[in-house]
């Protein structure tokens, strides 16, 4: 395949994650926002710095209003991971790579920015937010069940996998980041029912909050639900199940092309770590710490793919 097709296919699907995870990153911020009645500001602006878009927003913006930052992540065009923006990358990108998808999967994905041209022409009232933010997650599961019921499973489909994958996993990443380091407002709260309330409300973010009840007996509380969404494999937003099935989609082109690469070893080197890992060890480096080295490792494994595949040139 060429570099310029597999870089396609797998910015296509980076983009339809991302702009599921932007979603589910001002959901984030939002529920903890009713929870809590003073400081609002600094709880949005949290929201703003895990979604790197800092100097950004900051470049256009004076406050942290929570009007004006939502605006910013689902509409504005100056920042290129709105979410108007990335869904135009996608279709962009499926365009680009539309005789490698089936008939089913660009029509999905067409159909999801003329949808959201639409959706997101005007800003959204807060008292709309939480449907316009749940029809994003379903059109990113739309655009998913096109791609799982439809296309051949070769290296086409493994591009498009692997940037699913690494994308959530930096999001998942990110949102746990946004509770732990960013929104809790002093160590004394932790442990405390506004602790628990919150790593509650991190769990219905991300779909999680009726699967943790069926998988993990403990009530909800801090180290239960960190535990949950980054080392329980049978969670597919956990950042152990992201890293293994980065592996899988590397292992399976590695079959298809007749080698491994630089990002195999990379990929295979974070699955272990995140394979011998207990919770109890997380907490005693530091939950930011952890996190924030997941986010770099994951950085490094997806600049090897675009080499090792040379997306560009």
Known sequence: MLGKTAGGLYWMFRSLERAENTARLIEA???????????AEAEWRSVIVTS????????????????????FLLRELSNPSSVVSVIKAARDNARLVRTALTTEVWSAVNETWMLFTDLLKEPIPQTELPAVLATIRQQSALVRGALYGTMLRNDIYD???????VERMDNTARIIDVKYYSL???????????????????????SAHRSFRWAVEDDFTAPAIAEFLILDRRMPRSLSHCAN??????????EEYGGREASHELADALD???????????????????????LEKTADIA?????????IG
């Not at 099935?245 to 590695?254: D, E, K, W």
């Not at 600049?303 to 997306?311: L, N």
């Open 52 to 71: 790197a878009a800092q100097a950004s927003y900051e470049a256009g913006h004076d406050v942290y209003d929570s009007a004006q930052v939502v605006d």
């Open 184 to 206: 809790l407002p002093s160590p004394s709260f932790v442990g405390s029912r506004l602790d628990n309330v919150q790593w509650e409300t991190i769990l219905r973010s991300v």
């Open 272 to 294: 272990t770590r995140l394979r011998n890992r207990d919770i109890n060890s997380i907490f005693e480096e530091g939950l930011h710490e952890f996190v924030g080295s997941v």
């Open 159 to 165: 591009f498009c996998r692997l940037g699913t994958y």
């Open 29 to 39: 911020g939002f529920r903890i926002a009713l929870t809590r009645s003073t400081n």
């Open 245 to 254: 099935q980065i592996v899988g989609c590397l292992s399976h082109l590695a």
């Open 303 to 311: 600049g090897q793919i675009e080499r090792d595949y040379r997306f």
